[in-house]
């Protein structure tokens, strides 16, 4: 059986595709190699590479990109903090989907991960980066939990259910439900937390101005059936 960390990765992050037509646009728009910061098994970074463009993958996490190499081998990998990271590249575009700015240890991760994106942009590249739309209450009785994300593998059956939403502390909390059901049919289950920071657009935008790159734009990914929508907010170096 895969790694399970690579599985969970998957259910939870590899069926998202509102962002991808984005990604997609401001790739052919930078004409230029691009670097996926958080970039996990590589759900935007194999869209990118598929359609033509120089792509290289960092992540924090080796077996993550274990497995994206596995199924790319022609995109670079970098395993890498992406608040310390030094490549000797210099991109065109860095981008950072899926709310990587949110969990970077608070202002003082994303200060240091945009000093990393200006060093590592060649002059007039651009960074781009995800923030999950604030989070709108919706009462108790009005919340139906979305269908679980699943996923088989090798005879087990995996399944990740968000059924929990809240703030806390400065953070969005979100919940999920991990069953892993084996060939033979007992149950695994965990529940697994995940914490948002919670960070306005002016407020990434006046922090990415402080490190010398300039906001230029705003797009809107709206939200679907499973996921909450996001802006993504695009400087320039
Ligand atoms: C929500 S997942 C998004 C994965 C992928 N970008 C996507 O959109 O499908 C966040 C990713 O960020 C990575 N990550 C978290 N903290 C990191 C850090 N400090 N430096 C680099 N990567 C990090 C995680 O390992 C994970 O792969």
Not at 2 to 8: G, H, K, Q
Not at 80 to 85: K, Q, T, V
Request: hydrophobic letters at 45%; a negative charge; aromatic letters at 6%.
């Amino acid at each position: 059986m895969s790694d399970r960390a690579v599985i969970w990765h998957d259910i939870e992050n590899g069926s998202y595709t509102a962002d991808i037509g984005l990604w997609r646009e401001l790739a052919e728009r930078a004409g230029g190699p691009i670097l996926d910061l958080g970039a996990g098994t590589g759900r935007v970074a194999r869209a990118l590479h598929a359609d033509g463009h120089t792509v290289h993958a960092l992540d924090s996490d080796a077996g993550l990109l274990a497995a994206l190499s596995e199924r790319a081998p022609a995109i670079p990998v970098h395993a890498a903090d992406a608040r310390r990271f030094e490549l000797e590249e210099r991109f065109a575009l860095v981008i950072a989907p899926m709310q990587l700015v949110q969990i970077i240890g608070g202002s003082p991760g994303r200060a240091a991960l945009l000093e990393r994106v200006r060093v590592h942009l060649a002059a007039g590249g651009k960074f781009a980066a995800a923030l999950a739309d604030p989070f709108e209450a919706v009462a108790e009785e009005d919340r139906s939990p979305p269908y679980p994300d699943m996923l088989e593998s090798d005879g087990w059956v995996f399944s990740s259910q968000p059924v929990w939403v809240g703030e806390e502390a400065g953070q969005v909390i979100v919940e999920r439900r991990r069953q892993a059901v084996s060939p033979a049919g007992s149950l695994d289950e965990e529940l697994a937390p995940f914490a948002l920071d919670l960070v306005s657009a002016d407020t990434l935008e006046a922090e990415a101005a402080a490190a010398g790159l300039e906001p230029v734009s705003r797009h809107a990914v709206p939200e679907t059936a499973d996921h909450i929508g996001s802006t993504v907010i695009v400087c320039r170096r």
